[in-house]
């Protein structure tokens, strides 16, 4: 796909690194031993098998499918050995072992269905916070990252730059080659802007022919140079859609003291003041706050 994954991404597998993996894993094991324990020392007379699924669910959907297995496998086993090292007396020796077949196939179904519904919760989240045209951020997501970006430049005393782009005779290119064609100079602007800007930025499409951009921690100057850079990138990549060009406005916050929808409002002003000017040009603020 052709979106950079914004930090404002707030999923769990970004929970899933260094000593959390380790203390969720621990704490899992532990918890599975501590009800194999409880199994035992009842004779197998409670099975404690729904809270034992917990830990196994658990893991699935924060660590993936395979990890799940891992702890599935683990809690028959231990639950397994709860069964035979118990005073209860089955019937049939093989009965004990019966059951630990199929509570490893319960558990590996838990796992494989709890996977599968994970998988469907990201690819909603994604639909959800990204354009399905351009898989840049929609209004919403970036409306809440700028938000958050803004809050945390006015906390920290750090410069942030809103960044506004317009495509100038979209209608005409739609009107003259379709809207395929249209769409295509759409996933072109798309991949100019992820290509002309730095992992750390935010870069979304409003809609129609509206992109904006979120440049954190970056200086006049360097804001400036970074317009200039996607300026030349988006024209560049418009060639085989002329008569398409690109407006763009940047306004500098040395502190973010007001509101990121008034933000985005005057980088939009002075995107249509390049476009009072003839087009083809890019119109930079600078604000105090």
């Known amino acids: 796909m052709l979106f950079r994954l914004a930090k404002s991404d707030f999923l769990l597998p970004g ?16 918890a599975i031993f501590l009800l194999g324990q409880m199994h035992r020392e009842t004779d197998a007379e409670f099975a404690f098998v729904s809270l034992t699924l917990l830990p196994v669910l658990v893991l699935t959907w924060t660590g993936g499918k395979w990890h799940g297995l891992s702890i599935a496998l683990l809690a028959a086993v ?7 090292s118990s005073n209860r007396v089955f019937s049939t020796p093989w009965i004990a072992w019966i059951n630990a077949v199929l509570r490893v196939m319960t558990y590996a179904l838990i796992v494989l269905l709890t996977h599968q519904v994970r998988v469907q919760f990201e690819k909603e989240h994604e639909l959800a916070i990204h354009d399905t045209l351009t898989g840049l951020l929609n209004r919403r997501a970036f409306m809440a990252a700028g938000t958050a970006e803004a809050e945390r430049a006015r906390r920290y005393g750090n410069h942030l730059s ?17 809207h395929r064609a249209g769409d295509a100079a759409l996933q072109a602007t798309a991949r100019a802007l992820l290509g002309a800007t730095r992992g750390s930025d935010f870069v979304a499409r409003l809609g129609g022919d509206e992109f904006a951009l979120v440049l954190p921690e970056i200086g006049f100057e360097a804001g400036i140079t970074a317009a200039d850079k996607v300026y030349d990138a988006l024209n560049a990549a418009l060639d085989d859609f002329a008569p398409v060009k690109a407006s763009l406005g940047i306004a500098w916050f040395e502190v973010p003291e007001r509101s990121f929808p008034a933000m985005l409002d005057a980088a939009d002003a002075l995107m249509y003041s390049a476009k009072a000017g003839g087009n083809l040009r890019v119109v930079s603020g600078r604000f105090a706050s």
Not at 16 to 29: A, H
Not at 167 to 175: E, I, R, T, V
């Open 78 to 84: 231990i639950w397994t050995g709860a069964d035979l």
């Open 15 to 30: 929970f899933w690194v260094g000593w959390r993996r380790w203390v969720l894993w621990s704490l899992c094991v532990g």
């Open 162 to 178: 809103v960044l506004f782009v317009d495509l100038d005779k979209f209608k005409s290119l739609n009107d003259t080659r379709g």
